[in-house]
């Protein structure tokens, strides 16, 4: 199964682009001027969103260095024994909506503490492959075409990854427990 | 937003101060702005590259054919993008090879998506419906293999990764589901 994945997402992206390229030909597109302009556009993209990814990034940076996580983390500590929550696994919980590269390290270093086949590293994992860094896709998304009123987006967002976490909790202990 | 902002800054400065580390929290924030700034020129490559492909998808007509395809589902989700082929087609791009674990591949389908979204967007700095559905569900993460997990989990030479595929596959559905919903029940709320 895992070698099939992995053989499928080796061949997806030459598979799609060289589909598109022969439609491309079929249809008699010019290729090569429409690619330029249409990554002509990938630069002014990348620029447009550095102010937004600024002001969420200097955020995220400031909780995580300002030792407020192992504040909360203290005070978790009692629900989390009750759930069988392994307390090395609760910097993951609150890094993960924050900084993707962040939780990586967490992970690495969760794996170092705990072994990697402990229940900690297991749980760790299925959170870290099963969410994405909700903060870091808001600004990226929305700061590419200036958008300021986010409405109910991060709201929904981290409902979801609340709903994720509760879940991850759930499952890995049927699973793994 | 502006809200999360500054209450977010000034909780940390408040908690840097009770843990004696107001320097390296300070330290930390001034770093995290030039990483900001080295993120996005990372992304300029990729991004270059990718709407660069689309545009040729684009203009030969293969996303028209795809919109067709997947318009009915989608339209149940976003229901004001009936005329939008653009969005439609970017959208299910976008989905797609966020599934299969091509994140480098979906931030751009994602958002050429946002602007194929924006460009019908009567109020330019107010998000749309759509636009709060689209963000929710990518926010969610949805993706079949966790592609960089397995890979620090062999690195580490764990018994059988394998077995994180199924529980994380639940997980990342149930929290995709749920942000659809939280996305659908809120957007009532705020207009």
């Known amino acids: 199964m895992i070698n099939f994945l992995n053989t499928l997402s080796i061949w997806i992206l030459p598979l799609i682009i060289v589909f598109i390229l022969v439609f491309a030909l079929y249809k008699k597109t010019p290729a090569y001027e429409v690619f330029v302009e ?4 990938g630069f002014k993209i990348a620029v447009k969103i550095i102010p937004y990814l600024i002001a969420i990034m200097v955020c995220t940076a400031l909780f995580r260095a300002s030792g407020a996580i192992e504040i909360i983390e203290n005070f978790l500590k009692p629900v989390l024994d009750y759930f069988k929550i392994p307390i090395e696994t609760t910097i993951i919980m609150l890094t993960r909506s924050l900084s993707g590269s962040a939780t990586l390290g967490v992970l690495a ?4 503490q705990t072994g990697v086949n402990s229940y900690a590293t297991k749980l760790a994992a299925v959170i870290t492959g099963s969410s994405e860094t909700t903060f870091y896709v808001a600004s990226v998304y929305f700061g590419a075409v200036g958008i ?7 709201l929904a967002g981290i409902l979801a990854d609340i709903v994720g976490l509760i879940a991850a909790v759930w499952i890995c202990s049927i699973f793994f427990l | 937003m502006n809200y999360i902002f500054i209450f977010l800054i000034i909780i940390s400065f408040l908690c840097a101060i009770f843990n004696h580390r107001l320097d390296i929290a300070i330290d930390e924030m001034l770093k995290a702005s030039q990483k900001a700034v080295e993120i996005a020129f990372g992304l300029i490559g990729i991004m270059g590259f990718w709407l660069g492909i689309v545009k040729i998808a684009e203009k030969s007509g293969l996303m028209d054919i795809i919109s067709k395809f997947i318009q009915k589902p989608l339209l149940l989700i976003f229901p004001d993008i009936k005329d939008n082929k653009e969005a439609q087609s970017n959208i299910a791009l976008n989905i797609s090879a966020n599934a299969l674990g091509l994140s480098n591949a979906a931030t751009p389908f994602g958002i050429k998506a946002m602007e194929d979204l924006q460009s019908q967007n009567e109020n330019k700095k107010v998000a749309t419906n759509s636009m709060c ?3 929710a569900i990518n926010t969610a993460g949805f993706q079949i293999v966790p592609a960089v997990v397995l890979a620090i989990l062999s690195a580490n030479n764990m018994d059988n990764p394998t077995q994180i595929i199924l529980p994380t596959l ?5 929290a995709f589901v749920s942000a659809l919903f939280f996305a659908k029940i809120l957007e009532r709320f705020y207009k």
């Open chain 1, 148 to 154: 300021k009123k986010f409405r109910h987006a991060l």
């Open chain 2, 133 to 135: 559905t689209f963000l």
């Open chain 2, 170 to 174: 639940i997980v990342t559905s149930l």
């Open chain 1, 38 to 41: 249409g990554a002509n556009e």
């Open chain 1, 109 to 112: 270093d969760i794996i170092n």
